[in-house]
Nanobody, 124 residues
Framework: QVQLVESGGGLVQAGGSLRLSCAASGRTFSRSTMGWFRQAPGKEREFVAISSWSGGYTDYADSVKGRFTISRDIAKNMVLLEMNSLKPEDTAVYYC?????????????????WGQGTQVTVSS
């Protein structure tokens, strides 16, 4: 059974930092695109960042460029999201997602596997 488990969320003041981790089990995603998405209260789930299997290609939503960094730890079957200069509008449940292959997509429906999410709350 494939599982993606996020951790690292919490409450932080504006301007602070958090590091999210997503650990995969049940299969290896060493040759798969992985990404992060988020869903704020009352809003639709949205793209945050994706990484190619090697980490050599990354893409970010305009709203997080320059503040968030996605990275892969292939050996540990993990994807990470370093979030700096956090803003109240970053408050959301953050989800890790993975594809079955190396195709690069930023759309939600392109991802076959999802974690349960971790809450990030940024206070002003």
């Amino acid at each position: 059974q494939v599982q993606l488990v996020e951790s690292g969320g919490g409450l932080v003041q504006a301007g602070g930092s958090l590091r999210l981790s997503c650990a995969a089990s049940g299969r290896t995603f060493s040759r798969s695109t992985m990404g992060w998405f988020r869903q704020a209260p009352g809003k639709e789930r949205e793209f945050v960042a994706i990484s190619s299997w090697s980490g050599g290609y990354t893409d970010y939503a305009d709203s997080v460029k320059g503040r968030f960094t996605i990275s892969r730890d292939i050996a540990k079957n993990m994807v990470l999201l370093e979030m700096n200069s956090l803003k109240p509008e970053d408050t959301a449940v953050y989800y890790c997602a993975a594809r079955d292959d190396v195709a690069l997509y930023s759309t939600i429906r392109a991802y076959q596997y999802w974690g349960q999410g971790t809450q990030v709350t940024v206070s002003s």
